[in-house]
T-cell receptor
Framework: DAGVIQSPRHEVTEMGQEVTLRCKLISGHNSLFWYRQTMMRGLELLIYFNNNVPIDDSGMPEDRFSAKMPNASFSTLKIQPSEPRDSAVYFC????????????FGDGTRLSIL | AQSVTQPDIHITVSEGASLELRCNYS??????LFWYVQSPGQGLQLLLK??????LVQGIKGFEAEFKRSQSSFNLRKPSVHWSDAAEYFCAVSPKGYSTLTFGKGTMLLVSP
């Protein structure tokens, strides 16, 4: 079975550019989570969707960040304009929904903003 | 405030020795508890989880964890560590009724020959 697929694996871009990170959920999963991992702050939840609807976006840093689920199996996280402090590893995870369901993680996108 | 604490940033263990990684949580009620492992350049993989019942839970790769309500702890153990266990380990909690996870800062496990 295919796991959660993230693209690109690495992204290097200049400050001010738009960045789009992509995530394909595991088939049949209906919950989607975006996380950011940095040395200073560890793993932080950015946003959580259930059945394509954003449920908790309290972790989204600011208006420069936006996330969408255009369909049940795909999500994007956009940063516009990007800043050097956005450099981090971004993970998405999917699950069957509910607090007792484990989250399955992708391999992450390592983002560097110069 | 709700929190998850992993007091050890790094731990070095000799191959074949036993391992215990500590995790403490601070929540109003017992949450759901998880341990994840992250190998370099990869995402997190679930090792085990505790919801209720038997306080000693078994996971994959020979790991186990014990829930102690009186200490608000959920420590991860392995009787004999292999070099392939070198990775970063994260404790996570999910309040009952919520689907989101709060992670500890992680413990990096180094295995010496």
């Amino acid at each position: 079975d295919a796991g959660v697929i993230q693209s690109p694996r690495h992204e290097v871009t200049e400050m001010g550019q738009e960045v789009t990170l992509r995530c394909k959920l595991i088939s049949g999963h209906n919950s989607l989570f975006w996380y950011r991992q940095t040395m200073m702050r560890g793993l932080e939840l950015l946003i959580y969707f259930n059945n394509n609807v954003p449920i908790d976006d309290s972790g989204m840093p600011e208006d420069r960040f936006s996330a969408k689920m255009p369909n049940a199996s795909f999500s994007t996280l956009k940063i516009q304009p990007s800043e050097p402090r956005d450099s981090a590893v971004y993970f998405c995870a999917s699950s069957l929904g509910g607090p007792d369901q484990p989250q399955h993680f992708g391999d992450g996108t390592r983002l560097s903003i110069l | 405030a709700q929190s998850v604490t992993q007091p050890d940033i790094h731990i070095t263990v000799s191959e074949g020795a036993s391992l215990e990684l500590r995790c403490n949580y601070s929540y109003g009620a017992t949450p759901y508890l998880f341990w994840y492992v992250q190998s370099p350049g990869q995402g997190l993989q679930l090792l085990l989880k505790y919801f209720s019942g038997d306080t000693l839970v078994q996971g994959i790769k020979g790991f186990e964890a014990e829930f102690k309500r009186s200490q608000s702890s959920f420590n991860l153990r392995k009787p004999s560590v292999h070099w392939s266990d070198a990775a970063e380990y994260f404790c996570a909690v999910s309040p009952k009724g919520y689907s989101t996870l709060t992670f500890g800062k992680g413990t990096m496990l180094l295995v010496s020959p």
